[in-house]
């Protein structure tokens, strides 16, 4: 008989995650387990991502592959980049500056799914690496200006600190807007509105001067886009806060000036008449009692591109409503007020003239294009502009030998001197008659940019 004793102990039963593994080993070998714990993984990724993605080391990874490609903006309209907002997770200060945004029909806005961060030891050196990030991304998308920065909350109260980042222009400091609040119907201050409607206007100038420094370059192929995007503007802006007279004045004679290049170089009237359309509108918010100084250039502007069209047409009516802006410029821009743009615009008067002397058989309009010249030339000479100088000398030359050779086929005796015979050194002619008689060494270029060729109007 067997002999009595213990009962064999029985074995815990192996765990299936044991078998699991024991078999496909077996089977497969290392590169099954592998792939047993590459599907383990992907399950657990798939059913608690919520918060794998917000582990150390996985964050950076998921929102760099995850995030939206940077967006071109629209050449013919001014842009508005939106970066995310530090301390917003949710994204709904962010939506709520889009959602405004949005109501500025005429001006694009762009959601940029990148965060440029703030925080760091030191936030002056963050701010700078935060500036230079955002010019990045302006470049990279074409935007004209780059909204971000951070929400900043204590208690109840929540406030806005935005940096806005100009394509073009210098940076503004950071500015804090109070967060939109419900019983405000969520919209944001005026303020905002104000400083937005700065930045577009510094985009609009910045724009304007890139253009003047290539004066005496063909400059038409740049132009369309620029004027696309003010006129846009223009239409947008209408009523809103940060556009009053003045700022839709300047803005406007920025946009006839374009118009008024495209219209010389592109040998295209409609462009000449668009820039005559721009400027009396611009003198509708310019207006003589309120801003005399800036009515006054804007006439002169006006004349310019009167004058330009006139000498494309084969009437007289746009050189004698040039000749009229002129002469209203001149009430306004006195000698004693501004000396160097009254000697441009009675430049600008003599040039008017002597076309419409040209087409009259009589000398009186000959004469009074005389006088314009010497009294810019006498001012010019006056304030050492030797470019302008030389401009209204030539000018001069020309008005006094048409002059005298009108005068010579009528046998007339001019208070000039005698008509001129073709021989003579037309020099010898201008000293006789200019209001100082050495003549200074003259510059072949404009330093200024303010005249393109002899003849042309001057814009100030």
């Known amino acids: 008989m067997p002999k009595k ?7 815990k039963p192996p765990k299936l995650g044991e078998l699991i593994h024991q078999e496909i080993f077996r089977r497969y070998g290392i590169p099954g387990l592998v792939v047993l714990f590459v599907l383990l993984a992907a399950a657990y990724v798939y059913w608690d991502w919520e918060k794998v993605k917000t582990l150390p080391g996985v964050k950076p990874v998921v929102t760099h592959f995850t995030r939206w490609p940077i967006r071109k903006a629209d050449p013919n309209r001014y842009s508005i980049l939106v970066a995310h907002l530090e301390n917003d997770a949710q994204r ?4 709520l500056i889009i959602e405004a945004l949005k109501e500025f029909e005429g001006v694009q806005t762009l959601r940029l799914d990148r965060t440029i961060p703030l925080e760091g030891p030191v936030p002056e050196v963050m701010e700078k690496r935060g500036q230079e990030e955002a010019q990045r ?20 109260s929540t406030v806005y600190k935005l940096y806005w980042t100009p394509a073009a222009g210098e940076a503004r400091k950071p500015e804090r807007y109070a967060a939109p609040l419900a019983e405000a119907q969520l919209s944001l201050p005026e303020v905002f509105w104000g400083d937005l409607a700065e930045i577009l206007r510094l985009q609009v100038t910045s724009g304007a001067t890139e253009l003047e420094a290539q004066e005496g370059r063909y400059v038409a192929d740049r132009l369309p886009p620029f004027i696309a995007r003010v006129k846009q503007l223009l239409k947008a802006s209408g009523e809103r806060p940060g556009w009053n007279a003045d700022a839709r004045g300047a803005t406007l004679v920025i ?9 010389e170089q592109s040998g295209q009237k409609r462009h000449l008449e668009e820039a005559i359309t721009t400027h009396r509108a611009a003198l509708k918010e310019y207006t003589r009692e309120r801003a005399p100084l800036q009515w006054a250039l804007t006439q ?16 007289m009516e746009r050189l004698k409503e040039a000749v009229a802006a ?9 000698r004693e007020r501004v000396p160097l743009d009254w000697a441009l615009t009675q430049y600008n008067l003599g040039n008017a003239l002597q076309w419409l002397g040209a087409q009259h058989d009589g000398t009186e309009m000959l004469k009074e294009t005389v006088s314009a010249y010497m ?20 000018s001069l030359l020309s008005a006094v030998a048409l002059l005298r050779e009108r005068e010579k086929d009528k046998e007339v005796q001019s208070e000039f001197g005698p008509p001129a015979n073709h021989g003579q050194d037309q020099t010898l002619i201008l000293k006789s008659i200019s209001p100082t008689n050495p003549f200074p060494s003259l510059i072949d270029q404009d330093p200024q940019g303010r005249w393109s060729s002899v003849g042309d109007g001057v814009g100030k």
């Open 300 to 315: 002169n502007n006006l004349g310019s591109a009167l004058c330009r069209l006139g000498e494309r047409e084969s009437g």
């Open 137 to 156: 991304y302006l470049k990279e998308s074409g935007a004209s200006v780059l909204i971000w920065g951070a929400v900043l909350s204590r208690g109840s």
């Open 255 to 263: 946009l006839g000036t374009a118009q008024h290049k495209l219209g």
């Open 92 to 95: 709904e200060h962010e939506l």
């Open 375 to 394: 009294s810019a030339l006498e001012v010019l000479e006056a304030t050492q502009a030797p470019y302008y100088v030389k401009k209204a000398r030539a």
């Open 5 to 11: 004793g213990k009962p064999p102990k029985k074995g």
């Open 326 to 334: 002129y002469q209203e410029a001149l009430k306004e821009g006195t």
